[in-house]
């Protein structure tokens, strides 16, 4: 099976990135990428939920979560898949162009491949997760069946 790595924005399959920019609009609101969305839903129906969404870069949306003054939602690990693919599944039905380019990845398996994260991503090694490549890739079947 193909593998198609992606990480950075710049790179050939950026597109894939959540921190790729592309707005989507969720919940009344238009949020700059799909890592703003990710990252202020662990304060949803709180005041900082704002804040994060209108931070200057996806970076910055994430780093403000990293405030020790500001905790998640007690079931952020409960719901956090679930909001990575309504996030996900928005990016790619509002944007035709990034579902084309979705769908044309065929079958094979997309990878976020970064030794930063071994849940969304593989680890840089493939020990992890990957949990962002299958969202993608069960995003691109349900687009498929459409």
Not at 30 to 58: D, F, N
Not at 74 to 101: C, G, I, T
Not at 127 to 145: A, K, P, Y
Request: with cysteine; charged share 25%; net charge negative.
């Amino acid at each position: 099976m193909q593998r198609i790595l992606f990480y950075e924005e710049s790179q050939e399959y950026g597109w894939c990135s959540n921190f790729a920019s592309c707005p989507i609009l969720l919940n009344s609101q238009l949020w700059p990428t799909t890592e703003h969305y990710y990252q202020a839903m662990k304060y949803a129906g709180l005041p900082y939920a704002e804040i994060v969404r209108q931070a200057y870069s996806p970076m910055v949306s994430k780093v403000l979560t990293r405030d020790p003054q500001h905790a998640p939602r007690s079931d952020w690990d409960d719901v956090k898949d679930a909001v990575m693919l309504e996030a996900v599944r928005a990016k790619f039905m509002q944007h035709s162009h990034l579902r084309a380019l979705l769908l044309a990845t065929g079958d094979a398996e997309l990878v976020e491949h970064t030794v930063n994260d071994s849940y969304w991503g593989d680890a840089g090694d493939g020990s992890g997760r990957n949990q962002l490549g299958r969202t993608l890739m069960q995003v691109r079947d349900e687009i498929r069946v459409r």
